[in-house]
């Protein structure tokens, strides 16, 4: 069956980097996309941008360019977030999904979730 | 960016009863929503792609309809297990954009 098993809690401090792993089983990695999702406390969902696991082309949310980096590593079936200069609001929950295209674009797999905590 | 506009952010309903949300959009976007349910502390799940097609294994009860600009996820029958919040979202152009949600609660 299909899994996204991300790593664990991070507690960072401003102005620092983390980088978030989501380890993919059960489907074939290289065939699909992985979006990342993150979730404030008491929020809702913000997508922060989308790579293919087959030629690593990335689209990023204007908001985070400069900031985000998304990679994949084909050889472990990985995909990974890295994003730098953390401040406060960047306190969330980070959701890897499975990006499907099938009529349209959605996301029918996700991680567990990664909780970032950014605080001085 | 285009603005996902759901409502109502909240309902109260009671088991049985059946229950829609509505998510309105700045532009058209032809049918690229989606439907996604979370409960408290979990990731999100798929219900509804492609404005009405049931992913595999959620119940008959959910539904999806619209195009264009305005949007319905319908429950039929609420169940206990429905009590979530529930969010639109378009994948019609980058950035892909979420609903604030709409948390439906026990009344």
């Known amino acids: 069956q299909v899994q996204l098993v991300q790593s664990g809690v991070e507690v960072k401090k401003p102005g620092a980097s983390v980088k978030v792993s989501c380890k993919a089983s059960?489907?074939?990695?290289?065939?699909?996309?992985i979006s990342w999702v993150r979730q404030a406390p008491g929020q809702g969902l913000e997508w922060m941008g989308w790579i293919s696991a087959h030629n690593r082309n990335t689209n990023y949310a204007q908001k985070l360019l400069g900031r985000v980096t998304m990679t994949t590593e084909t050889s472990t079936s990985t995909a990974y977030v890295e994003l730098r200069g953390l401040r406060s609001d960047d306190t969330a929950v980070y959701y890897c999904a499975r990006s499907i295209f099938g009529v349209v674009y959605y996301f029918d797999y996700w991680g567990q979730g990664t909780l970032v905590t950014v605080s001085s | 960016d285009i603005q996902m506009t759901q409502s109502p952010s909240s309902l109260s309903a009671s088991v049985g009863d059946r229950v829609t949300i509505t998510c309105r959009t700045s532009q058209s976007i032809t049918i690229f929503l989606n439907w996604y349910q979370q409960k408290p502390g979990k990731a999100p799940n798929l219900l509804i792609y492609a404005a009405s097609s049931l992913q595999s294994g959620v119940p008959s009860r959910f539904s999806g309809s619209g195009s264009g600009t305005d949007f319905t996820l319908t429950i039929s029958s609420l169940q206990p297990e429905d009590f979530a919040t529930y969010y639109c979202?378009?994948?019609?152009?980058?950035?892909?954009?979420f609903g604030q949600g709409t948390k439906v609660e026990l009344k």
């Open positions: 979202q378009q994948s019609y152009t980058t950035p892909w954009t």
């Open positions: 059960g489907y074939t990695f290289t065939s699909y996309g």
